[in-house]
């Protein structure tokens, strides 16, 4: 069988290096875009824009793409691609529905960044500020090259709304959640992953969703799976949610499940159990199914 080949492999560079040069200048990305439904509701209020390189490319998953174009300092280059392959292709399937679109803070106030690069691009294709959320993750600190809550608010005042991604992933989120008053925070899928079998986790959960309900910011759970995962967050008061159990990151998406399949409630008795955190009174796991 043959290995696969070395990251620190000269030739493997070179053709990463090449492959970056042609995705680039021929702008061959393929924007994918995972629904977010409101689960209480069961209907469909967005998506997230995700973004893939060309099919068997070396650079395919993201996590590639994205390493070589910061080795080879084109990540805002890179970025900007990114959004604008997005935006045209959510123009042509329409959906009707918010748009979340990831960006890295810290290039926001970066000398080349291009001002006014989304907004022009959006009224080219006719799509409303309004429908476009602005994911700023905590991975990137947000301050790491003096940018303020002001630059921020500068987008906010063209119309755009601001979600925090990945909050719990680092030390800085609820520093970040409180400097930007954010319309929406997404939390980590760590916390979500097996939250019915984790009665900490469901403790951090439910602490975000009461501070998300007082503040006035909606919250939105990354990552679930899982039937018990969707219930249990329900129960917690969690507004908003985004996972495989939901719909999959697709060129033409779709939800995995129908309103009535999200609506479907506990039984009173497990709310309260849940709610208490009294872990040894979960439900049996038939609930949490059809």
Known sequence: MQS??????????????????SILSRELLQPHFQPILDLRHGRLIGHEALIRGPQGSCLQMPSDLFRCAIEQGRQLELELLCRKCSLQ????FSPGRKLFLN????????PDHQHGFTADLLRQLGIPIDMIVIELSEQHPFDQHGLTRAAVEHYRNMGFQIAIDDLGAGYS???????????????????????????????FVHSISRIGRNLGCQVLAEGIEEMAEMRVLQTLGVELGQGFLLGRPEVLPRPQLSPAQIRRPLPARWQQSIQRGLHSLLPPRSWFGF
Do not use: M
């Not at 930007?180 to 979500?192: A, S, T």
């Open 103 to 110: 960006v890295t803070a810290s290039l926001l106030s970066s």
């Open 89 to 92: 292709a959510f123009a042509r």
């Open 173 to 203: 989120g609820l520093k970040l959640w409180s400097e930007l008053q954010p319309e929406y925070v997404k939390i980590d899928q760590h916390f979500v992953r097996a939250l019915h079998q984790d009665p900490v986790k469901r403790e």
């Open 4 to 21: 696969a080949p070395c990251k620190n492999d000269p030739q493997q560079q070179r053709a990463e290096r090449e492959e970056l040069e």
